[in-house]
């Protein structure tokens, strides 16, 4: 039995009750419907605020960040008021702000083996709006084994994807990539730039996707890829055929239970640098300024992108972008006590896994990169 719409709800959703696809009955589906949107960043914030403005009437969002005034280039769901607030707060308020009538529960916590299953049990579809391996792993198994279906999405510079993985109906994401890639294959994904309106597109598509889901209309991206281009403003699609060995979805199952994958490309699905935890590979800020100024020889390698020099650099470094520095290895001296940085030492984490396994004993990397250098030292070097 589907909910009664009130008058007030009758007013509000009148150009879905406009529409003979969605009408009345449609919009009922849709209060009784519910979606879990894992992450309010780049793309959660318009699957979040479209999903909301739709009628969805139960929302839940998974997200244990703050927010921070970067993200506000792309994240829409928060505001300039809402700096450094619980990111599920500040989207919670806008959520309710823009549609009292939905019920939005928020978890503040990372989404992991342990608590996935019970966070997820009782929504009807899943949005990724993470866009890192470990999340989408952990959300497409999830998905298989509870018959769910996964809307997915992630951004890059100018790309876009989005898919819907329903093993149901089609492939799931593992039908595709069984594995996750191993650590240094993928690019360094986490400190990529991104055109802030790209997570607006896709986020777009897959609140599209989500809400063809709950009221059963039209046909979904279930397998099917697209691809988007923002560059060359282009869209194109991949078919994707359900893999009968998959790993988890196919009829002879390895994957029976949720997995944590961490450490593609230094970025863990929940961010561990902000755990305050130190080791003897890690050097801080105040440290290293302290031993610069004693006149220590240290040799800075700043592993960041050469434009990224042009917001902050510190002097005397040595900038070897890490995507060449396994080849440019012969330029250093393993004998030299050697600390690595980059923005927000994600990237100089794995240059560091990459001097060891090289043989390389005496190198650290500088915990926080840059930005805690500009928050903590030199307070006139701008954050980004
Ligand atoms: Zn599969």
Redesign the pocket.
């Known amino acids: 039995m589907l909910p009664e719409l009130s008058r007030a709800e009758i007013q509000r959703y009148s150009r879905h009750l406009l529409l003979p696809e969605v009408g009345p009955e449609g919009q009922r589906k849709l209060k009784a419907g519910s979606a879990l949107i894992v992450g309010t960043g780049g793309l959660g914030s318009p699957v979040a605020l479209y999903l909301a403005a739709a009628g969805v009437g139960h929302i839940g969002l998974v997200d244990y960040d703050v927010v921070d005034e970067s993200n506000l280039q792309r994240q829409i769901v928060h505001g300039t008021g809402m700096v450094g607030r619980l990111k599920v707060e500040s989207a919670r308020q806008r959520l309710l702000d823009l549609n009292p009538e939905v019920r939005v529960d928020v978890f503040n916590e990372p989404f992991t083996s342990v608590n996935a299953m019970r966070i997820a049990e009782p929504f009807d579809v899943i949005i990724d709006g993470t866009d890192n391996f470990p999340t989408r792993y952990l959300a497409n198994d999830l998905c ?1 084994l509870t018959g769910k279906p996964l809307v997915y999405g992630a951004v890059f510079r100018f790309e876009g994807q989005a898919s819907v993985f329903y ?1 149901k109906e089609g ?2 994401y ?2 595709l990539f069984p594995e996750p890639p191993p650590p240094g294959l993928v690019p360094s994904c986490a400190e990529a730039g991104v055109l802030g309106v790209l997570p607006g597109t896709i986020g777009t598509i897959q609140a599209t996707e989500a809400l063809k889901l709950l009221l059963g209309i039209g046909s979904t991206l279930a397998g099917r890829l697209l691809l988007y281009d923002a560059l060359d403003m282009s869209f194109e699609y991949v078919k994707l055929k ?2 009968p060995n ?1 790993k ?3 009829s002879h199952p390895e994957v029976t239970e949720l997995i944590d994958y961490e450490a593609y490309c230094g970025v863990p699905g929940y961010d561990h640098a902000a755990v305050p935890a130190e080791n003897d590979r890690e050097i801080n800020v105040v440290e290293l300024a302290e031993r610069l100024k004693r006149g220590d020889k240290l040799r800075l390698i700043d592993v960041r992108e050469p434009h990224e020099l042009k917001v902050s650099s510190l002097p005397g470094a040595l900038n070897i972008p890490l995507g060449v520095l396994a080849s440019r290895l012969s330029e250093l001296d393993s004998a030299q006590e050697t600390i690595l940085f980059c923005r927000s030492g994600t990237r100089s984490q794995r240059a560091l896994e990459l001097l060891l396994s090289a043989g390389f004993k005496k190198v650290k990397n500088l915990r926080g990169g840059i930005n805690a250098w500009a928050r903590e030292v030199d307070t006139k070097l701008p954050i980004y």
Do not use: E, F, L, S
Request: charged share 25%; glycine share 8%; with cysteine.
């Open positions: 298989v093993a492939p799931c593992r039908c359900k893999d998959c988890i979805c196919g």
